[in-house]
């Protein structure tokens, strides 16, 4: 990214709070890649994702949005590591600070188009198209996609639609879950990245959330 001239910002998982999902539609970019966990909700109906925060979870902090449905108790599979927030599908449509202004939306982790909910709060919210997998992926896997995806997006000036397929055949399905990456809405598809920029490259800011909570997590869920 740096090599097509794109200014970035990265975000430690120490800054991957409730609050931080709250204010990131403010900072104005274009791209943003959410490199974190999330778990499905088997309980709710449509099955909604939550982000994964790196906020240890405790049932006196937020409880007014706990009680609302804004957060989410965030849990490892194996329950062998300890829990942490997550901000659901609700939190993203009703707490972010401002609409993401035409912004592309990265989730790099497991679950991102699983369901309709947790895409289609970001579109609510302005962001463009939501890029993401379909189900349980490998930090390896996604790392090695997701480059791809950014040169064909970035530097290739390829659509979302012949940017997804192309990572996807350079690195395949997850190998252990058989998960794809795709894209929503699907008619954003032929969106390009100079379309979403609508200006010069050298001006775009993308910020980059690294969140390793639970880093050895092979499957969460929320609840």
């Known amino acids: 990214m740096s090599e097509e001239g794109l200014s970035v910002d990265t975000y430690g998982p ?55 449905g804004l957060v989410a108790v965030g849990r490892s599979y194996n329950r062998s590591q300890g829990t942490v927030f997550a901000v659901t599908p609700k939190f993203i449509t009703e707490k972010s600070a401002t609409d993401y202004r035409g912004a592309l939306i990265v989730i790099m982790g497991c679950y991102g188009l699983f369901s309709r909910e ?27 996609a997701t480059p791809s995806l950014l040169r064909e997006l970035v530097a290739q000036r390829h659509t979302v639609s012949e940017s997804v397929k192309a990572a996807m055949k350079e690195v395949g399905p997850d190998p252990d879950y058989n998960s794809i990456m795709g894209y929503y ?19 775009l800011v993308a910020a980059i959330p690294l969140s390793d909570v639970l880093s050895d997590v092979r499957r969460e869920q929320i609840s």
Do not use: C
């Open 118 to 144: 947790l895409p289609q709060a970001f579109i609510d919210r302005g962001a463009s198209a939501v890029i993401g997998w379909n189900g349980l992926v490998g930090l390896g896997h996604t790392d090695k």
């Open 185 to 203: 809405p699907r008619e954003k598809g032929d969106l390009t990245f100079s379309d979403i920029v609508k200006g010069s490259l050298s001006e």
């Open 14 to 68: 120490k800054d991957v709070t409730v609050s931080f999902y709250s204010a990131l539609p403010a900072y104005d970019y274009r791209l943003i890649l959410l490199r974190v966990h999330a778990g499905v909700d088997q309980q709710m109906e449509g099955h909604p994702v939550g982000l994964y925060t790196a906020e240890s979870y405790n049932e006196l902090n937020y409880p007014q949005e706990q009680l609302s």
